[in-house]
């Protein structure tokens, strides 16, 4: 958190709980300006800092602050310094404080310079490999800032290389946690769709029992359910006929558990005489070659047989006309290469 009334940064240990009494208060960094902004470094640990407050020395950028004085105050009073409206980065520290990040030998705070903002800087935030820093100020403007690479080799051995190793390595954790997040969503996309078929196909077994009880209550009222086999009878006359234009696989499909019928499968061409269409999309009726089958099955995978035949007869007109067309042209061709011979015979000496 930073202040801007009493200029302090201060990082805190919400591990036990955001309670009062719970939140304790690890480092903190009193600063010369008013503070509006903060950003902790995104791979930054709870090892890290317990390493930190330890004593291990550290070389990375761990926070960013900044803010400035009010741009009225800087105008007319002449308050804050030159360089008060650049961000202020900071490392861990022994013994519990956060202080500035410098490159070894230098007395500069990485990141400075290069053009700060003319406002007091409102948002700071780290890029993933934290090589990069971003601010957004009062002024209007966005300013990226680079935090150079790490020296060449620190106190306890480690060499850049191997810091960097650890930065690409939590780059890629994090593409594949995006990665992960991706395929969970698609999961949960294909569940929902499938959730809303097994719906659909439980709402026509549904319909197809509750058809079947109003038949049996129409046919014999001491009987208080039947198949809708019964439906054959002399009221199915006159069934309406389809042909089957695409193949229906019920192993495809989660059919609903203790459902009275069964799904009727389909291969192309087939043809269906359909004994109760329920609507919504699904029928029952059996295959005109094997009538013993009976079942539900979706009626956007069949044509009326009036439409198919319609359909068949354009085909073939079309086909028919297309025969012609190429016969006409081929003796077109026949022709013009008789007439070519011919006019060559007679034009001899």
């Known amino acids: 958190t930073v202040g801007r009334d009493d200029l302090t ?21 009193k ?18 800092v317990i390493s930190a407050i330890s004593g291990a020395p550290r070389w990375t950028c ?10 009225r105050d800087v105008a007319l009073k002449g308050e804050g310094g030159d360089d008060q409206f650049e961000p202020i980065p900071l490392r861990m520290a022994a013994g519990a404080e956060l202080a500035p990040w410098v490159v070894p030998g230098s007395e500069e705070p990485r990141g400075k310079g290069g053009g700060g903002h003319f406002g007091p800087i409102h948002t700071l935030a780290f890029s993933l490999d934290a090589g990069l820093c ?21 106190d306890n051995g480690q060499s850049a290389a191997a810091t960097a190793a650890a930065m690409a390595a939590a780059q890629q954790q994090h593409q594949q946690q995006q990665a992960a997040a991706a395929a969970q969503r698609q999961r949960q996309q294909q569940q929902k769709q499938q959730h ?16 079947a009880a109003q038949e049996a209550g129409r046919g014999q009222a001491r009987q208080q359910t039947r198949p809708l086999s019964s439906l054959l009878g002399d009221d199915a006359a006159s069934p309406q006929r389809m042909i089957a234009i695409v193949d229906f696989d019920p ?5 609903p558990a203790g459902a009275q019928q069964e799904p009727l499968p389909l291969r192309r061409g087939q043809e269906i005489e359909v004994l109760h269409d329920f ?25 009326p047989l009036a439409a198919y035949r319609q359909a068949y007869l354009a085909a073939a007109k079309e086909a028919e006309a297309a025969a012609a067309a190429a ?23």
């Open 279 to 303: 609507g919504g999309g699904w029928a029952f009726g059996r295959v005109v070659s094997m009538p013993q089958r009976l079942g539900l099955f979706p009626t956007s995978y069949a044509l």
């Open 251 to 255: 192993s495809t499909i989660v059919w």
């Open 196 to 211: 809303q078929q097994e719906q659909a196909v439980a709402a026509a077994a549904a319909a197809a029992q509750q058809a």
């Open 327 to 349: 016969a006409a042209a081929a003796a077109a061709s026949k022709s013009q290469s008789m007439l070519g011979a011919s006019q060559g015979v007679g034009g001899g000496p």
């Open 9 to 29: 940064v201060k990082l805190w240990d919400l591990g036990a709980g955001v309670c009062t009494g719970q939140v304790n208060l690890l480092m903190a960094h």
């Open 31 to 48: 600063s010369d300006r008013p503070l509006n902004a903060v950003a902790l470094r995104p791979s930054l640990s709870r090892s890290e």
């Open 62 to 71: 761990d926070a960013l602050i900044g803010g400035g004085q009010d741009a």
């Open 134 to 154: 971003i601010s957004a100020a009062e002024d209007g403007n966005i300013r990226i800032r680079e935090l150079t690479v790490l020296p060449a080799q620190t």
